[in-house]
T-cell receptor
Framework: DAKTTQPNSMESNEEEPVHLPCNHS???????IHWYRQLPSQGPEYVIH???SNVNNRMASLAIAEDRKSSTLILHRATLRDAAVYYC???????????FGQGTTLQVKP | NAGVMQNPRHLVRRRGQEARLRCSPM?????VYWYRQLPEEGLKFMVY????????ESGMPKERFSAEFPKEGPSILRIQQVVRGDSAAYFC???????????FGSGTRLTVV
């Protein structure tokens, strides 16, 4: 699986947008871009995933660069409940295997 | 619509005992994955199963660990002769198809004393 690079930590203020970056310069043409988050003492939670086009769902938006070498997870209005470790993962479709890195620890300040 | 159910939530075993971790996937999901998270580390893939078949076990330790997903019933991750280094959180995930969005369970926290 392609290696992804994320900042170790980020801070945000409550109710402000958050942009979490991810670099994946070695991504292959069939790799999907997945985002998961993990709250303390819980299992990872699916956030969003996409292949080429930008994606939106009720939790977040995923902006994918035209060359697919980077992506940004956008939380439109951060809440205290969004404080978690966010993982950006590249994985081929139908592989079943996600390779988790260290992720970005997001702190949300009231 | 229950999510992925794992039990027990917490499991304590003495060194040398066997640990059996169970995972019931979401309704309609036939793909199951097991991950392990050691203290202060990220999740590591262990094994990917479909009903009655092991698809990818590249992350499974060569000895003492086995997994199954029978036609009926939950998926089982079995660890024989546990050692202290097996203490970790074990997470199960399921998906409708391989490569789809995965739903994770809350995990089983194994402590070996």
């Amino acid at each position: 699986d392609a290696k992804t690079t994320q900042p170790n930590s980020m801070e945000s203020n409550e109710e402000e947008p958050v942009h979490l970056p991810c670099n994946h310069s070695t991504i292959s043409g069939t790799d999907y871009i997945h985002w998961y988050r993990q709250l303390p003492s819980q299992g990872p939670e699916y956030v969003i995933h996409g292949l080429t086009s930008n994606v939106n769902n009720r939790m977040a938006s995923l902006a994918i660069a035209e060359d697919r070498k980077s992506s940004t997870l956008i939380l439109h209005r951060a809440t205290l409940r969004d404080a978690a470790v966010y993982y950006c993962i590249n994985a081929p479709g139908n592989t079943g295997k996600l390779i988790f890195g260290q992720g970005t620890t997001l702190q949300v300040k009231p | 619509n229950a999510g992925v159910m794992q039990n027990p939530r917490h499991l304590v075993r003495r060194r040398g005992q066997e640990a059996r971790l169970r995972c019931s996937p979401m309704k309609g999901h036939s793909h199951v994955y097991w991950y392990r998270q050691l203290p202060e580390e990220g999740l590591k893939f262990m094994v990917y199963l479909q009903k009655e078949n092991i698809i990818d076990e590249s992350g499974m330790p060569k000895e003492r660990f086995s997994a199954e997903f029978p036609k009926e019933g939950p998926s089982i991750l079995r660890i024989q002769q546990v050692v202290r280094g097996d203490s970790a959180a074990y997470f199960c995930a399921s998906s409708r198809t391989g490569g789809d969005g995965y739903t994770f369970g809350s995990g089983t926290r194994l402590t070996v004393v």
